[in-house]
């Protein structure tokens, strides 16, 4: 608290981003989702090509390359495409473009009952009413619960963090049928992990209240590069450039611009490393489901992970730290007795499952 903050700085609750260890320390961190490989080679021949005095002038304001090479990948056109500081700050402008503050309505933004924990933040900083719509018994969305509630929109995460579950385009059809006044935001940060799913990015045309909001931050390996994009009908688009025009006209620098361009051109080494993620993932459910975990079946670069008693979530996060693994522990209820473990390379999940193994076998003895 601080006389100096406004009312609101004084009230928020932040998010509280997951560990991120000093360079140096050997560590294995498998606690945020980052993309265990590193970005594509193509990236490394922009940073060496740049010509630094580039670095004089201001960058495109709408990213125009980055649009381009998202258009072409998703088969939609470069008006149908914005670009952001990552897609938190994205997420930020949708928030403030299409959700209407408490004091000018009673209606609420609906978001589920556990999401991306960024969601409520949000909602608060932007004074946003929220309306928290449960999750079913296995975890997953009832698609339905988002149809006949008045809202001022909606906030879905699919697949959703940290469950790792993905509902289907039929759901997401249904939401958006159901809502037609409000804008429907589906956040597919993972959906690259998502075996057999079709991005709702495919649906734009149809339904021109839906925004699909993407990072390179998972999976292009470009978490340290900070870009988002988003991809909906041009009048949403036009309304988040306004809104981006009266807070920070250049989101995008220059190289986070050409290096995010090479990055998504270059559709070989993303299937490659997303698919290397998806084969490690499912070695490393099995392994955990034989000693007694359970688990829904993962859409995402992550699993969401119960360990059998007598070996507690809180526990196994805490003796992994100490054995320098990482996971993410929510010290919160429903969560507690989950751990989120992202997915690293294959030497590194094999020492997380020796670890794991060991720590079960102290559990029982002790
Ligand atoms: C990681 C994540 C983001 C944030 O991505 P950045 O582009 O790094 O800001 C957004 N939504 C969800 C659901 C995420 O897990």
Redesign the pocket.
């Known amino acids: 608290m601080s006389k100096f903050w406004n009312r609101m700085i004084n009230a928020i609750e932040p998010y509280t981003a997951g560990e991120q260890p000093k360079a140096g320390q050997r560590i294995i961190k498998i606690n945020t989702?980052e993309n265990p490989y590193p970005p594509s080679p193509k990236c490394a021949e922009v940073l060496r090509d740049f010509d630094i005095s580039d670095l004089r002038l201001y960058p495109n304001t709408d990213a125009s390359g980055v649009c381009d090479a998202v258009a072409r990948k998703d088969n939609v056109s470069p008006e149908n495409v914005f670009v952001g500081n990552?897609?938190?700050?994205v997420?930020a402008l949708c928030w403030q473009t299409f959700f209407e503050k408490e004091s000018n309505t009673d209606l609420k933004v609906l978001i589920p009952e556990i999401s991306?924990s960024?969601y409520p933040v949000y909602s608060s900083f932007y004074d946003v009413g929220t309306e928290i719509i449960p999750l079913k018994e296995d975890l997953s969305i009832d698609p339905g619960d988002f149809c006949g509630k008045p809202n001022c929109g909606i906030a879905i995460?699919n697949p959703n963090?940290p469950t790792s579950i993905a509902m289907s385009l039929y759901g997401i059809r249904k939401i958006l049928e159901s809502n037609p006044d409000s804008v429907v935001l589906i956040?597919e940060?993972?959906a690259a992990f998502a075996e057999g799913y079709t991005t709702a990015a495919t649906l734009i045309k149809e339904y021109k209240n839906l925004i699909v909001v993407r990072?390179?931050?998972?999976s292009y390996g470009l978490?340290g590069l900070?870009l988002?994009y988003a991809i909906g009908d041009p009048e949403l688009i036009e309304g988040l450039k306004r809104a981006r025009d009266s807070f920070n006209s250049y989101p995008a620098d220059r190289l986070a611009q050409s290096i995010g361009e090479a990055a998504i051109l270059d559709t070989e080494y993303y299937d490659k490393t997303r698919k290397a993620i998806i084969r490690t993932r499912t070695r490393v459910i099995n392994e955990l489901r034989k000693m007694g975990f359970t688990m829904p079946d993962s859409s995402a670069n992550f699993i969401f992970a119960k360990p059998a008693l007598p070996l507690t979530a809180e526990t196994l996060y805490k003796n992994l730290k100490a054995r320098g693994i990482l996971v993410r522990y929510f010290n919160k209820p429903k969560l507690c007795e989950y751990l989120r473990i992202t997915i690293g390379t294959d030497p590194e999940m094999d020492e997380f499952l020796k670890a794991v193994k060991e720590e079960a076998q102290n559990a029982k003895n002790s």
């Open positions: 989702n990552g897609s938190d700050e997420l991306y960024f995460a963090a956040d940060a993972y990072t390179l931050s998972k978490a900070r988002g």
